[in-house]
């Protein structure tokens, strides 16, 4: 079992900044692909970012490419989101998620979620 507990949602004026931080414990952490996903009010959940075990591989969904950053530290057994130029879309629940086998970009992949963290940003 993987228990992940995001955090660092809140609310931002748009072109701000916010960090998510996603805390995992349970199995060994680093075997785990890590992911961000989003859902808001009616909507599908979307794939933000994904990083690999090593985080030496990072992928990003097309809506957020060159604003957002995933990272992870594997010695604290966290995964990072940093997002950077807020828009009124990016306006959802954000939640962490590790791999359990599949493509890196469905939901349906992903074996183990956090609760989710809002994200509210206002134009």
């Known amino acids: 079992q993987v228990q992940l507990v995001e955090s660092g949602g809140g609310l931002v004026q748009a072109g701000g900044s916010l960090r998510l931080s996603c805390a995992a414990s349970?199995?060994?952490?680093?075997?785990?692909?890590m992911a961000w996903f989003r859902q808001a009010p009616g909507e599908v959940r979307e794939f933000v970012a994904a990083?690999?075990?090593?985080?030496?591989?990072?992928y990003y969904g097309d809506s957020v490419k060159g604003r957002f950053t995933i990272s992870r530290d594997n010695a604290k057994n966290t995964v990072y989101l940093q997002m950077n130029s807020l828009k009124p879309e990016d306006t959802a629940v954000y939640y962490c998620?590790?791999?359990?086998?599949?493509?890196?970009?469905?939901?349906?992949?992903?074996?183990?979620w956090g609760q989710g963290t809002q994200v509210t940003v206002s134009s």
């Open positions: 990083i690999s075990g090593s985080g030496s591989s990072t």
């Open positions: 349970g199995r060994t952490f680093s075997n785990y692909y």
């Open positions: 998620a590790a791999l359990g086998s599949g493509a890196y970009y469905s939901a349906s992949s992903y074996h183990y």
